[in-house]
C-alpha cells in the first residue's frame, strides 16, 4: 500500500518525508511499546503508535522502520523531526485512534505481522 492511500484513509498529515508518498509498505504493526517494536524483523513496515517522543523515533532507526503514523492527534517536536528527516523517515499524523486507523487500515488490505 503506498504512503499515499495510508495518509487519505488515515485523514492523516505528512510531517515529514511528503517526497516519499509513493513509497510502498507492505505491513502495519501498531503498538505504544518500543520493546515489542524491537523484535521484529520486517522490512516495508509502517508502525502505528500513540507514543510520541524521541525513543520512538530511535527504536525506528533501530528497526529500520522508515515510516511511523502517530495517532490521536500526538504533536511531533521539533527535535523528532529533525532526527526523522535526518534518517529520512516518513513521519504522519492523525486525529484517529488506533483502533479506527488500524481498522481502516486492515480493511483495506494492509498486512499485520502477526
Known amino acids: 500500500m503506498k504512503i499515499r492511500q495510508i495518509q487519505e484513509l488515515t485523514d492523516a498529515t505528512i510531517i515529514c518525508g511528503e517526497e516519499s508518498v509513493e ?3 507492505q ?3 501498531s503498538s505504544d511499546l518500543m520493546s515489542d517494536v524491537l523484535t521484529l524483523d520486517c ?3 509502517i508502525l502505528i503508535t500513540g507514543l510520541c517522543n524521541m525513543q520512538t523515533i530511535r527504536t ?3 528497526a529500520d522502520v522508515s515510516c511511523i503514523l502517530f495517532v490521536r492527534g500526538k504533536k511531533v517536536t521539533p527535535e ?3 532526527l526523522a528527516t535526518e534518517n529520512n523517515m516518513i513521519l504522519m499524523k ?3 485512534s488506533m483502533y479506527h486507523a488500524v ?3 486492515y480493511c483495506n488490505g494492509l498486512l499485520s505481522i502477526y
Open 94 to 96: 492523525t486525529e484517529y
Open 60 to 62: 525506528a532507526e533501530v
Open 103 to 105: 481498522g481502516e487500515l
Open 23 to 25: 513509497h510502498d509498505v
Open 80 to 82: 523528532m523531526l529533525r
Open 27 to 29: 505491513y502495519a504493526f
Open 43 to 45: 522490512n516495508e513496515m
